[in-house]
T-cell receptor, first 119, second 114 residues
Framework: NAGVTQTPKFRILKIGQSMTLQCTQD?????MYWYRQDPGMGLKLIYY???????DKGEVPNGYNVSRSTTEDFPLRLELAAPSQTSVYFC??????????????????FGPGTRLTVL | AQSVSQHNHHVILSEAASLELGCNYS??????LFWYVQYPGQHLQLLLK??????LVKGIKGFEAEFIKSKFSFNLRKPSVQWSDTAEYFC????????????FGSGTRLSIRP
């Protein structure tokens, strides 16, 4: 299994440009996430998806869009890049298990990250 | 608002020293707890997790963590660190039965002097 893969690894954008960060997982996980990591800060949730066709906003969704047409892919779109979007972006996926105690969301598997600079 | 605090931003230790990294959270209800590690140039990976049961959990590479519910803490420990433990460590708290309510701490950078 490749796990979670992300492309590109690095990208420099000019203000106002757009781009799509790709994320693919081969573990058949229903749950997928996009985070951004800024220096000295924890990971902030941008968007997440609980299955194909279903997405929802996280903590910091402004300036981003997502889609989830398949279980495997969860691309993140930046429409009008701004310097405030300079960050490292991580995609993650996980599954859940259900039992007598209820639903448990297991650990997340992360991709290698995309380092984005907006100038 | 819910939060996760990792008070140590940068810890520097010599090899063979003991390690304890603090993690405190402010969720009031049932939580699942995680420690992730990010080695230089690599992606985050799971060190250990707590869902229920024994509050002392053991993870990979000799790490362990203790969940103290009354203190809302989940501190990470290792009795003797190695140079290869140089990394950034993140504590994460997931509200029980929630797919999206996960909060990460700001991370602790651990540097080990050989």
């Amino acid at each position: 299994n490749a796990g979670v893969t992300q492309t590109p690894k690095f990208r420099i954008l000019k203000i106002g440009q757009s781009m799509t960060l790709q994320c693919t997982q081969d573990m058949n996980h229903n749950y997928m996430y996009w985070y951004r990591q800024d220096p000295g800060m924890g990971l902030k949730l941008i968007y997440y998806s609980v299955g194909a066709g279903i997405t929802d906003k996280g903590e910091v969704p402004n300036g981003y869009n997502v889609s989830r047409s398949t279980t495997e892919d969860f691309p993140l779109r930046l429409e009008l890049a701004a310097p405030s979007q300079t960050s490292v972006y991580f995609c993650a996926s996980r599954d859940m298990t259900s039992g007598r105690a209820g639903v448990t969301y297991n650990e997340q598997f992360f991709g290698p990250g995309t380092r984005l600079t907006v100038l | 608002a819910q939060s996760v605090s990792q008070h140590n931003h940068h810890v520097i230790l010599s090899e063979a020293a003991s390690l304890e990294l603090g993690c405190n959270y402010s969720y009031g209800g049932t939580v699942n707890l995680f420690w992730y590690v990010q080695y230089p140039g690599q992606h985050l990976q799971l060190l250990l997790k707590y869902f229920s049961g024994d509050p002392l959990v053991k993870g990979i590479k000799g790490f362990e963590a203790e969940f103290i519910k009354s203190k809302f803490s989940f501190n990470l420990r290792k009795p003797s660190v190695q140079w290869s433990d140089t990394a950034e460590y993140f504590c994460a708290v997931n509200k029980y039965s929630s797919a999206s309510k996960i909060i990460f701490g700001s991370g602790t950078r651990l540097s080990i002097r050989p």
